[in-house]
């Protein structure tokens, strides 16, 4: 047999498993991903949030950590002074990069009319802030789960509310569905938004998964259903959420211990972010229930600041934010995150392209994940393009391009 007559046996055989490969794991969508998402009670959302959150965020800002050096004491760590001239202006710009109105937890069980009121109210005040220009890039709502007792209440909420948004929504919206124990939830998300896109009209309808049972992460089969649950609902999956609270109680996690790094947590998300690799799917981390409020604000801001320090570093890059206060927090912490990295981040990748040496003989995965740190720092605001070209003599095309992620199509 020649070479040539081995090679095509070869494809013969491994045709089914390429053809799989590619379907299964098509790799990054080229899309932003949002360093958080904000909760908002639905009953409290209207037109406005966005632009509240940020005038409430910057006045926590003046009134606790106004300074550079101010804020470095009250946090407890070296604080550049671009830092704080950059997370000022992020909370001007854009203090919101992802929007959940919420119609479960943060909502509650109130009567179908209060809730029916609700969700047309909360899609007009949605509809008003796009047609502004003052929506978030990412914004959408989170209904309640699909178990039995709340299945009907949570896909009437998600018809009235598209019903209501006719024309108005665009590729930054996506539903979060809570509380999914199964993968047969997920296949029925799908009929529900096969449906409502026929009746609404409204174009290919993403959601997310939320992860914060027990069920999520092992099956009573046990196998893992989370990779079968991404399968399942793709591609319309694009995230996985993880639930801190929920999630830990369920595993018996005493109230004064339930936290973002309990082990369990840490555990759940490493099954999470092995199930998402490769898939396009995001993985977002949780929320830390101490708020930065009364005589806590320090306190609760060293503790955010630590959190969300420790999932970047974890390779999680997106987290969940629950008061205008833990804005701040969220972008110091994400700031000081890529500006620390920049420069070496920068020298490696000019030695890989064969522009010097870096001490480090990175092979091209470790290239595209450079790559994509420096992508991420322009996403969110900390690192700017001038900077990037200045350093490393690249401009975001060829980044994407070493970072392994696709360019938007130009429309």
Known sequence: MSLDDLIGELDRRLAQADAALAK?????????????????PA?????????????????????????????????????????????????????????????????GTRPDEDEDAAAIAAARALAESLKAGEAP????????????????????TLDLF???????????????????????????MVVVLEQFEREHQTGQLKFEIQVETPQAILGSDGTALIARMIKAGAPRVTGLHYGTYDYSASLGVAAAYQSMEHPVADHAKDVMQLAAAGTGVFVSDGSTNVLPVG???????????????????????????????QLPTR????????????????????AYRGQGESGYLDEPATAAALAGFVLRGLDCGAVDVAEVDKLIGIDTAELAKLARRPMPVEG
């Open 24 to 40: 299964d794991y098509p790799g990054d969508r080229g899309v932003r991903q949002p360093v958080h998402t904000v909760y908002v």
């Open 43 to 107: 009953d409290q959302y209207d037109a406005n949030t966005i632009r509240t959150w940020g005038e409430k965020a910057r006045t926590a800002l003046d009134q606790y950590g106004g300074t550079p050096h101010e804020l470095a004491d009250a946090l407890e760590t070296e604080l550049p002074a671009e830092i704080h001239e950059r997370v000022r202006a992020k909370l001007q710009r854009e203090p919101i990069e992802d929007l959940r109105i919420d119609f479960e937890d943060g909502y």
């Open 137 to 156: 890039p990412y914004y959408g709502l989170r209904i309640k789960s699909l178990e039995a007792p709340s299945r009907k209440r949570g896909v009437r």
């Open 162 to 188: 598209l019903r209501e948004m006719a024309g108005a929504l665009t590729d930054g919206f996506v539903i979060t569905l809570p509380k999914v124990t199964s993968v047969e939830q997920v296949e029925a």
């Open 295 to 325: 005589d806590n604000v320090h306190a609760a801001w060293r503790l955010h600041l630590r959190l969300v320090r420790r999932s970047l570093a974890r390779g999680i890059y997106q987290g969940w934010d629950m008061h205008p206060a």
């Open 331 to 350: 972008f110091v912490a994400t700031y000081l995150f890529y500006r620390e990295g920049l420069e070496q981040a920068a020298i490696r990748l000019k």
